[in-house]
T-cell receptor, first 111, second 116 residues
């Protein structure tokens, strides 16, 4: 089983749609969780950290379910500029060695 | 710009030459990570360094690749006797001490290495 798995995608959605991505991780002792986005041929950029209580930043909402070992990202009212690959990232032990990136889910928002 | 600085942005080498990629971490960060990304593929961890120490190099090929993060100056990823398969984007990231918890990595723009 891979350490971090994501919806395979790609997701093709119209502008204004709501889209949700899921991510599962294998290590129940994992401590920190993040969502990054990566545009084509660019570097990954931190989108948001994921806290146990869940967190929201504008149109983006992240949730963490420790019992089921999954993380979700919800994008509301999607924009063309949201088109990117979304990477789920899990720091498995907070010691730096186990900062694991998921394979990514590609999103295309269509006009 | 106080972000992670990588140079060069693009590097072209012929087979058999050496490639040196440099990374200056974000101000205040002493933890550096190198990743490789092939076209249409995900990020692959290569090596994790702190100042003057290699913490984890489990993702780095045993031959031809080396990395350092000296007390002064940038981190260097060195590839000797490059081959066509080394063509990729190489990203560097830095963070604060991850033991502190919830410390994300911040990425540089990457170096695109092309081997002729």
């Amino acid at each position: 089983r891979k350490e971090v798995e994501q919806d395979p995608g790609p997701f093709n959605v119209p502008e204004g749609a709501t889209v949700a991505f899921n991510c599962t991780y294998s290590n129940s002792a994992s401590q920190s969780f993040f969502w990054y986005r990566q545009d084509c041929r660019k570097e990954p950029k931190l989108l948001m950290s994921v806290y146990s209580s869940g967190n929201e930043d504008g149109r983006f909402t992240a949730q963490l379910n420790r019992a089921s070992q999954y993380i979700s990202l919800l994008i509301r009212d999607s924009k063309l500029s949201d088109s990117a690959t979304y990477l789920c990232v899990v720091n498995m032990d907070n010691y730096g060695q186990n900062f694991v990136f998921g394979p990514g889910t590609r999103l295309s928002v269509l006009p | 710009n106080a972000g992670v600085m990588q140079n060069p942005r693009h590097l072209v080498r012929r087979r058999g030459q050496e490639a040196r990629l440099r990374c200056s971490p974000m101000k205040g960060h002493s933890h550096v990570y190198w990743y490789r990304q092939l076209p249409e593929e995900g990020l692959k961890f290569m090596v994790y360094l702190q100042k003057e120490n290699i913490i984890d190099e489990s993702g780095m090929p045993k031959e031809r690749f080396s990395a350092e993060f000296p007390k002064e100056g940038p981190s260097i990823l060195r590839i000797q006797q490059v081959v066509r398969g080394d063509s990729a984007a190489y990203f560097c990231a830095s963070s604060l001490n991850p033991v502190a918890g919830n410390q994300p990595q911040h990425f540089g723009d990457g170096t695109r290495l092309s081997i002729l």
